[in-house]
């Protein structure tokens, strides 16, 4: 009898251990294509991420209309033997001697479906580095993580100026090498250090894969589009926002080329306008 209870007993058990791992495996298959493509989910604007077959590439330079503004020095008030080993000068207009236009966001504005946001790396920083944040514009997707570096071993504090997300205003001592952010709105962010007054940059949060910011020489490139015709947005921080249309065909190459007038009158120029008087 009691031989027959413990054998009762062992094989309730096992039914157990074989209905509990059933079920496990069951709850594995469910999860496992969710955490697969979390970029391929729909990104709050709705963005839908898909295979981007024979995709075009888009190439462009920003240039700057007018002449070359002189370098604007800025003062180094504070802690001078770490911040004034570089001098600093005034970036609202980084120009080259070819004009280009550097520190200018470019975005394709209406693009709906087209590669995985992963696309735009694994890591993202800004560091804080001579009292300077490099890059001066920093790209980072929404929901990322964006490591923000103290390379300088000094108070700095970061401090933005968002509408959409919530503001950061956080301290971070020479002692903390490391903080993370994490922005869950697209919008281009202005961030400043209470500490240094002349420190200033941007955070330019994507809900696509399709931002990129020109080069010092104001070039960019922006790859793997779907063949179709898009509006490309260009935003520089005190020249304005800016748009042109671009038609990109399948495999090949489409130019969008922009030009800013020095300006703000002259900026609200139709970017159309300006590219067909090129
Ligand atoms: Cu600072």
Known sequence: MRKLFSLILALMFASFIVSCGGGEETAEETEEP?????????APSGYMAMDVTNGGTITGKVTFAGQIPPKVKLEVTKDVNVCGKVDHYKKDVVVSQD????NVVVKLS??????????????????QNGCTFVPHVTLVPVGESLTILNSDGILHNIHTYSD??????????????????????PEIIRVACDVHNWMGGYIAVADHPYHVVTDKSG???ITDVPAGTYT??????????????????AGGEADASLEYAPSSAQADMGAQELASSN
């Open 99 to 102: 004009k280009g236009l550097a």
């Open 219 to 221: 070039n960019f490139t």
């Open 164 to 185: 959409k997300n919530p503001p950061i205003n956080k301290a971070q001592p020479g002692f903390k090498k490391k903080m993370t952010e994490t922005f869950e709105k």
């Open 232 to 249: 490309v947005e260009y935003w520089q921080e005190t020249l304005g926002t800016k748009t042109a249309e671009v038609t990109v065909p």
């Open 110 to 127: 209406n693009i709906s479906e087209g590669k995985a946001i992963s696309a735009m790396g694994e890591s993202f920083e800004l560091d």
């Open 34 to 42: 969710m955490a697969e493509k979390p970029s391929e989910m729909a």
